[in-house]
Structures are given as C-alpha cells and as structure tokens.
C-alpha cells in the first residue's frame, strides 16, 4: 500500500503554493521578514565577490535566490580553498558571509516562502504583463500601418482632388492666381467666337417669331438680344442700349491678381478629417453679376459727404443718368463691355437661348405626334417657313442651340464669369485650393510619423521577446528547483507544480 501511495503524484496549484507551504509547516509564516534581512546581506555580500565568469553570469540580471547561493558557495569552495585553516575551515570573509546567508535561508525554509512567491509572481504578474506589453506593440505596428496607408491615400486623393479641380478651370496648378486672370484674358475672344457663331440664329429666331404670331398672333418683336447679336455679333452694350456704334470705347480697368503666397513651412496640425465644406465654393443665388453703386442706408442717399473735421457746409454731389451725363458716342464703364461680357445682357442673352432652345424641343416632340389628318390641317394656312420645316432640321436646329448654350454656360465658363465680376473670386478659388494641398502635406507629415511610431513599436517588441523567453526559462528552472524540493520532503514522490505557463 505504502508502494502504490509513493507513485502517486502530489498536484499543487502553483497560485496556492505558499499558502500549501505554511498550511504543511514547510516555511513560517513570517517568512518575509527573514528574507528582508538576507537580501539586504546578499546586497552587502556581492559588493565583493572574485573574478569568476560563472559568478558573474549569475549575478547578472537576475533575482539571486537560495539555489544561486548554493552555488555560489561551491564556486568560493575553489577560489578560496587557500583559506582554509588547520581545521578545515574556510577562513576567508567571503565564504563566511555566504555560509551565513544560506544558514539563515535554511532556517524554517525562508527560501521555500521566497521561491513559491517568486514562482507565484512570475506567473501571475510578470509573465502576462511583459505578454501584454508585446501584444500592445505588435497591435500598434498594426495600427501605425493602417493609419499610414489611410494617410497616404487620403494626401493622395487630396492632390488628386486638386489637380481635378485645376483642369476643371482650365488651368496647372502651379501659379492658381496668374493662371486663372490668364483665362479671363482670353475670355473676349471667346464670347467674340459665341457672338460671330450668333449669325447661324436667324432662321431658328425666323421659325420662332412665325410659329408665334401663328398660334398666339403674338405682334411683338421676340428674342430681341438674339436677333440684334444675330446681326450685331458680340458688340458693345452701348450700341444695344442707344442704337448707334460708339466713336471712342474706354473699357474698365482689370485689377491684376496679386502672386500667390507661399505655403509657410509651419504646419498647423488642426483636425485631419477633410470636411465637404472646405472642398466646394457656394454661390448664392442672389448675386448680381452688374457693378452698381447703391447709396448708403444710413445717410437716406441724399449723396452729401462729411469731409472729416469741423462743420463746412456739406457738398452735394448731384447723381445724373449714364445715358445724360456721357459724352455723346463715348462708351464708358459697363457700356463698354461687349454684350457677353456684361453681366445683364449676357444673362438676357442666355435666357433667350434656353427660350429658343424650350421651343425648339417642344416643337420637335409635337411633329412626332402630327401624323393624324386634324394636326395637319391646322398648318395648312401657317407661313411656309413652317410648314417647309422637318424633324430632321428642326432636331439639326436644336442642337446648334445646345451647343452655343453649352458653351456659356459649361462650368469653366461660369468661373470665369464669377472671376470677371469678382477679383476675391480667385483669392477664394486659391485659397480653397491652397488648403487642399496644405492638407495634404499635412497628411503626409503624419503617415512620416506613423512610420516612426510603428519603428519604435518594433523595437519595443524586440526587446520584449527575448526577456519574455528568459523569464520563461528562468521560471521553468525555479518551477522544478521548487518540484525537486519539496519531492525530497515526501520520500521522493513526483511533485507537479499546475498552471505554469509563462
């Protein structure tokens, strides 16, 4: 019976270990305080040590323990053999202060409470905090590899948004300012190509005031800015608003774009999230694309000036019309424009496209519905140059007009057009685009930074793998120091130490 019990194994859960030590009277209680002093004389003992590899692996970088004593003590047992005396005992002060720390280990088994929570320790706290410290690092190289890529793409859409943006405008991006005046300068001879292509209008403008004073007995002349361009071709508002060609014209001045300011070097972190609002230029409704001068509200427009110090008497300043006040012939200001140039004829001028244009696809869906007997009597007695017309030319018709709107009303020209109205237009224009590119950079400073971050990541987990496999095999070590042990207490019996897993 005795011989079956000495094979069976004594399972001890390793997190109950000193508390299965002092409940079997293996070590006191009271434990800690003896260990106290000996570590400090362990401390005092090591300042003075021989010149021993072995030695010196053992007191590096590790917690000295009693089975590190021990051997210890067997290595000064050679390096101190010639202190010994005539009665066998080592008289060297070395061997004496490590003799005395391994007697007061010895003594009620402090070592075996110090092991188990060295063991308990290393388990439980050290072991999962350096795992957790690698996990961390390994989960932050993740990270930094997303949000770099997130970063680089998010920079690249960025310049790519930018540069869109530029061939929208017509324009390369490297000088915005310049670049977009330069359009403008070449506006007039564009809207000249739209006011000479004009001349194709007469027989859709013909085919619409016949169609008119056919069905509604409309007598009044239709599409007027139409038919004056028609004849007229892209001239001056002057001659559209008197009749008569003007002698001299004195067009406005054009402000010049100032050079665009460099982007300075500092970098403004703010938040990297690109919102929709900073990307896109709302224009309202509302603006009138004229120059006026509209008398201020606070002074009732009576037009009188405070010239600044004192009381004089106020000057007044009478406002005469343009048309009364101008040198007869002398084009000035807004009369100078061409008609396509000027904000409220080109707007007339467009309105009257989209009309023509309205007529031209309401008529061409209406001669796919005459087929029946009725229709076709109703054109019987219409002007010829109704009833000469097919769904062919009318179509032919129709896309002429589309295209000319096109032309004036294509996204690129209505930049241009707010540009000509607005010199801030293309401050805004810039700036939007500035920004675009600012955050770009900005983007591409932090993916820089994401690579450092994921750098320092992978040297934290360098350093951690190595000392995590160290406390591993240092545990293990202990785990069966510790096994061995208490086996000799039990008559040999196998002892399992559970739940050691580093």
Same mark, same amino acid.
């Given at each position: 019976?005795?011989?079956?019990?000495?094979?069976?194994?004594?399972?001890?859960?390793?997190?109950?270990?000193?508390?299965?030590?002092?409940?079997?009277?293996?070590?006191?209680?009271?434990?800690?305080?003896?260990?106290?002093?000996?570590?400090?004389?362990?401390?005092?003992?090591?300042?003075?040590?021989?010149?021993?590899?072995?030695?010196?692996q053992l007191l590096?970088g590790s917690y000295?323990?009693?089975?590190?004593?021990?051997?210890?003590?067997?290595?000064?047992?050679?390096?101190?053999? #010639?202190?010994?005396?005539?009665?066998?005992?080592?008289?060297?002060?070395?061997?004496?202060?490590?003799?005395?720390?391994?007697?007061?280990?010895?003594?009620?088994?402090?070592?075996?409470?110090?092991?188990?929570?060295?063991?308990?320790?290393?388990?439980?706290?050290?072991?999962?905090?350096?795992?957790?410290?690698?996990?961390?690092?390994?989960?932050?190289?993740?990270?930094?590899?997303?949000?770099?890529?997130?970063?680089?793409?998010?920079?690249?859409?960025?310049?790519?948004?930018?540069?869109?943006?530029?061939?929208?405008?017509?324009i390369k991006g490297?000088?915005?300012?310049?670049?977009?005046?330069?359009?403008?300068?070449?506006?007039?001879?564009?809207?000249?190509?739209?006011?000479?292509?004009?001349?194709?209008?007469?027989?859709?403008?013909?085919?619409?005031?016949?169609?008119?004073?056919? &069905?509604?007995?409309? #007598?009044?002349?239709?599409?007027? /800015?139409?038919?004056?361009?028609?004849?007229?071709?892209?001239?001056?508002?002057?001659?559209?608003?008197?009749?008569?060609?003007?002698?001299? &014209?004195?067009?406005?001045?054009?402000?010049?774009?100032?050079?665009?300011?460099?982007?300075?070097?500092?970098?403004?972190?703010?938040?990297?999230?690109?919102?929709?609002?900073?990307?896109?230029?709302? &224009?309202?409704?509302?603006?009138?694309?004229?120059?006026?001068?509209?008398?201020?509200?606070?002074?009732?427009?009576?037009?009188?000036?405070?010239?600044?110090?004192?009381?004089?008497?106020?000057?007044?300043?009478?406002? &005469?019309?343009?048309?009364?006040?101008?040198?007869?012939?002398?084009?000035?200001?807004?009369?100078?424009?061409?008609?396509?140039?000027?904000?409220?004829?080109?707007?007339?001028?467009?309105?009257?496209? +989209?009309?023509?244009?309205?007529?031209?696809?309401?008529?061409?869906?209406?001669?796919?519905?005459?087929?029946?007997?009725?229709? /076709?009597?109703?054109?019987?007695?219409?002007?010829?140059?109704?009833?000469?017309?097919? #769904?062919? *030319?009318?179509?032919?018709?129709?896309?002429?007009?589309?295209?000319?709107?096109?032309?004036?009303?294509?996204?690129? /020209?209505? *930049?241009?057009?707010?540009?000509?109205?607005?010199?801030?237009?293309?401050?805004?224009?810039?700036?939007?685009?500035?920004?675009?590119?600012?955050?770009?950079?900005?983007?591409?400073?932090?993916?820089?930074? +994401?690579?450092?971050?994921?750098?320092?990541?992978?040297?934290?987990?360098?350093?951690?793998?190595?000392?995590?496999?160290?406390?591993?095999?240092?545990?293990?070590?202990?785990?069966?120091?510790?096994?061995?042990?208490?086996?000799?207490?039990?008559?040999?019996?196998?002892?399992?130490? +559970?739940?050691?897993?580093?």
């Open positions: 019976m005795e011989q079956n019990i000495q094979n069976v194994p004594i399972d001890i859960q390793t997190s109950k270990l000193l508390d299965w030590l002092t409940d079997r009277r293996h070590c006191n209680l009271k434990w800690q305080n003896a260990v106290q002093g000996i570590r400090e004389k362990i401390n005092s003992a090591m300042q003075d040590m021989p010149e021993n590899e072995e030695i010196k590096s000295i323990h009693y089975f590190h004593c021990l051997r210890i003590v067997e290595i000064l047992k050679g390096t101190e053999e #010639s202190s010994k005396n005539i009665f066998g005992k080592y008289s060297s002060q070395r061997m004496k202060d490590w003799n005395e720390i391994v007697n007061l280990y010895q003594a009620d088994n402090a070592y075996l409470g110090e092991l188990a929570s060295l063991l308990s320790r290393n388990v439980s706290y050290e072991g999962p905090a350096m795992r957790k410290q690698l996990a961390k690092a390994k989960q932050l190289q993740q990270e930094m590899s997303r949000r770099e890529v997130e970063c680089q793409s998010s920079a690249a859409k960025l310049r790519e948004h930018y540069y869109t943006s530029c061939k929208q405008y017509g490297d000088n915005v300012p310049r670049e977009l005046q330069g359009l403008v300068k070449d506006l007039p001879d564009v809207l000249d190509k739209v006011g000479t292509d004009a001349a194709r209008l007469e027989e859709k403008i013909q085919l619409y005031a016949a169609f008119t004073n056919f &069905v509604c007995e409309w #007598s009044e002349p239709v599409l007027p /800015m139409l038919t004056f361009a028609q004849k007229r071709g892209n001239a001056t508002f002057y001659e559209w608003r008197t009749g008569n060609v003007p002698t001299v &014209v004195e067009r406005p001045q054009v402000e010049e774009t100032p050079e665009e300011a460099p982007v300075e070097d500092t970098i403004d972190w703010g938040d990297f999230g690109t919102q929709e609002s900073s990307s896109e230029i709302t &224009v309202e409704d509302g603006i009138d694309w004229g120059i006026s001068v509209e008398p201020s509200s606070e002074d009732g427009g009576s037009g009188t000036i405070d010239w600044g110090d004192g009381d004089p008497a106020p000057v007044e300043i009478e406002v &005469v019309q343009a048309s009364t006040d101008c040198l007869e012939g002398v084009a000035r200001g807004d009369d100078a424009l061409n008609l396509l140039e000027n904000a409220k004829s080109r707007g007339q001028f467009i309105d009257e496209l +989209m009309e023509l244009e309205t007529f031209l696809s309401q008529r061409l869906t209406e001669m796919g519905q005459e087929s029946d007997v009725v229709a /076709m009597s109703q054109f019987q007695s219409a002007p010829r140059v109704i009833q000469i017309q097919s #769904s062919e *030319h009318v179509r032919e018709m129709l896309s002429d007009v589309q295209d000319m709107l096109g032309r004036l009303t294509s996204l690129r /020209m209505q *930049h241009l057009f707010m540009i000509l109205a607005s010199p801030r237009y293309v401050e805004r224009v810039t700036e939007v685009l500035r920004q675009k590119m600012k955050q770009a950079d900005i983007l591409e400073v932090k993916a820089v930074s +994401m690579v450092e971050k994921r750098r320092e990541a992978l040297e934290e987990q360098s350093r951690l793998e190595p000392q995590i496999d160290l406390l591993a095999e240092r545990t293990q070590d202990l785990k069966k120091l510790i096994e061995g042990d208490i086996s000799k207490r039990y008559n040999n019996r196998p002892v399992n130490l +559970m739940g050691v897993i580093i």
